[in-house]
């Protein structure tokens, strides 16, 4: 199974830092985020794609041709329209089903090796502020029903973090242009997606989002409890 890692982001939150270094070589407790997120990566995936833009050169020179003992395929991101359009670079390098995650984030291992075993999934954790994120709506069923992507009055405080087991059908799904952010989300298409298949809604109990500077040192004092 292919890892997609969504890396082009500017990360304008982290500045000045993201200046020099890109975001997902932030180093968190000594290690960059992209060795951390890899190094939890479950056993089932055997290649990585990157979509890189931004600093992309750094990215390039700390990862190489292999990186944690798996091949790493580069993709450009030439402009900055969103996950989804990020996402749909990646079309001609994916076949069957794959994992999406964001180059930004540090995550336990045990859900995202649950989450694999699955047809599709979205990975949901608890979150202080909800409105940062995208909230989770679910079906009686306890399947996905919606993503709802930075509400002003949220549900619950259940968020996606961004993580997912997709297949190619997600390429199927219409892009449209968010209203709000004026980005492709992918979020969107996953709302798409589910309104025609079962999503599982898999629980994360690890999960780090580097957003701010102020995550950092939360995250390092956070770090010895993961598993």
């Not at 982001?9 to 500045?15: E, Q, S, V």
């Not at 405080?157 to 980005?183: H, P, R, Y």
Request: charged fraction near 20%.
């Amino acid at each position: 199974m292919k890892c997609v890692i969504l890396a082009a982001g500017k990360g304008t939150r982290l500045l000045p830092l993201t200046e020099r270094i890109p975001k997902p070589l932030i180093e968190v407790a000594g290690k960059p985020l992209l060795d951390h997120i890899v190094g939890a990566l479950p056993s089932s995936v055997d290649e990585l794609i990157l979509v890189v833009s931004h600093l992309h050169e750094a990215i390039r020179a700390h990862c190489g041709d292999v990186f944690y003992n798996l091949p790493v395929r580069y993709v450009m991101q030439d402009e900055p329209r969103g996950t989804a359009h990020a996402l749909a670079q990646c079309k001609p390098y994916v076949s069957g089903k794959f994992l999406v995650m964001l180059g930004d984030d540090i995550h336990g291992s045990e859900a995202l090796a649950r989450m694999a075993t699955h047809t599709y999934a979205v990975l949901a954790a608890p979150s202080d502020h909800p409105e940062r994120f995208g909230v989770i709506s679910m079906k009686e069923d306890g399947t996905l029903a919606r993503i709802t992507e930075k509400p002003a009055a949220p549900e619950s405080n259940l968020v996606s973090t961004g993580v997912m087991v997709l297949d190619e059908q997600i390429f199927a799904q219409t892009m449209e242009e968010s209203k709000t952010l004026k980005e492709y989300l992918l979020p969107d298409l996953v709302n798409a997606l589910a309104a025609k298949n079962p999503v599982h809604v898999e629980q994360q109990d690890a999960w780090l989002p580097i957003n701010r500077h102020e995550d950092i040192p939360l995250a390092e004092a956070q770090l010895a409890t993961f598993r």
